[in-house]
């Protein structure tokens, strides 16, 4: 930006005594109004005349009159006053988090329950910031905050990413979602080992969600080809109920979708968790709205049911 040199050099307290002296037409009560002396007032209208380039008070022994130049400065000198006033506390409803947008990208495992709940609260709190939302999959939701298309994302967390400064909101456990009368359920919980058996229904392989079910897999020296791969949770959990086969899905995703002719059954052997976050750019400075939003998700979420029984 080019600095105007030009630029009159004025104060904002020159400009509030000599619209008081203005509106009383007295130094005396101006002085008295700012709790300083007389020749402290005096000076200050001087130094403001100086740099106006003119006489603002014709100054009697007994009275005090505008000049034509302060007349027609007064209104100008209170409208800069008003401006003043509004910009400042402008930004003291920015530094607030009272004012201003946040543009989103969230996951659907935090869509599902977490953040529905935190926005309301949001909102409740600060109605005047604008919020505009993404669901996207989670590799897209780092994309479009490492493209600045957004000021947070609501995801799991991405490993070995220096960028990306994130904080844990809760850990979400693998579950496995079964038909009601499956012989699965006549143990309270199940063994990796007696899925391979049973078709399985899944989310297709680009999900991050069945990225972390065939790792779970992996791990326990498994690999399953599911009779079924599905785009969205509903259509999995449809066709579980349907009595296609069984599933696994976290259970931050299960209990936004669950229906009566499905349920729920825990792991005994090990249980396979992901670890949802609030993710920001490392190096970026957080908006205090930012910060107030994080700060109420972490709110809620000791509200919530908890994921996992692993703390």
Same mark, same amino acid.
């Given at each position: ?89 402008? *930004? ?15 996951? &659907? ?140 899905? &976290? ?38 709205? *930012? ?21």
């Amino acid at each position: 930006m080019q600095i105007n040199t030009s630029r009159r050099h004025l104060t904002i307290r020159q400009l509030e005594v000599f619209i008081s002296v203005a509106d009383s037409l007295s130094f005396s009560k101006a002085s008295e109004a700012f709790h300083i002396s007389q020749p402290a007032l005096s000076t200050a209208v001087q130094q403001l005349e100086q740099s106006l380039g003119g006489r603002l008070f014709d100054r009697h022994t007994r009275s005090v009159a505008l000049t034509q130049l302060g007349l027609s400065f007064l209104p100008m000198a209170k409208k800069l006053l008003e401006s003043y006033d509004q910009t400042m506390r402008a *930004t003291a409803e920015l530094v607030g988090g009272r004012q201003g947008a946040i543009s989103i990208a969230a996951s &659907p495992s935090v869509m599902a329950k977490l953040l529905p709940r935190a926005l309301r609260k949001f909102t409740e709190i600060y109605p005047n910031i604008q919020i505009t939302l993404h669901e996207e999959l989670f590799e897209q939701c780092i994309d479009m905050l490492r493209a600045q298309k957004v000021d947070i994302a609501f995801a799991p967390k991405k490993e070995t990413a220096k960028d990306l400064k994130q904080e844990p909101l809760f850990t979400d456990q693998l579950v496995l979602i079964c038909p009601i009368k499956h012989p699965l359920l006549k143990n309270k919980h199940v063994k990796w080992s007696q899925l391979p058996q049973y078709p399985q229904i899944s989310l297709k392989a680009d999900s991050n969600v069945r990225q972390l079910i065939d790792l779970a897999y992996k791990a326990r020296g498994y690999q399953i080809t599911p009779v079924f791969e599905v785009e969205r949770i509903s259509s999995m959990v449809s066709f579980i109920a349907a009595g296609h086969g069984i599933g696994i899905l &976290p259970r931050s995703l299960f209990q936004a979708y669950k229906t009566s002719e499905v349920t729920e059954i825990t792991f005994s052997d090990g249980a396979f968790s992901r670890v949802l976050c609030a993710i920001t750019m490392e190096n970026k400075t957080l908006s205090p709205a *930012t910060q107030n939003l994080i700060d109420i998700c972490k709110q809620e979420e000791t509200k919530l049911e908890t994921y996992t029984t692993e703390n």
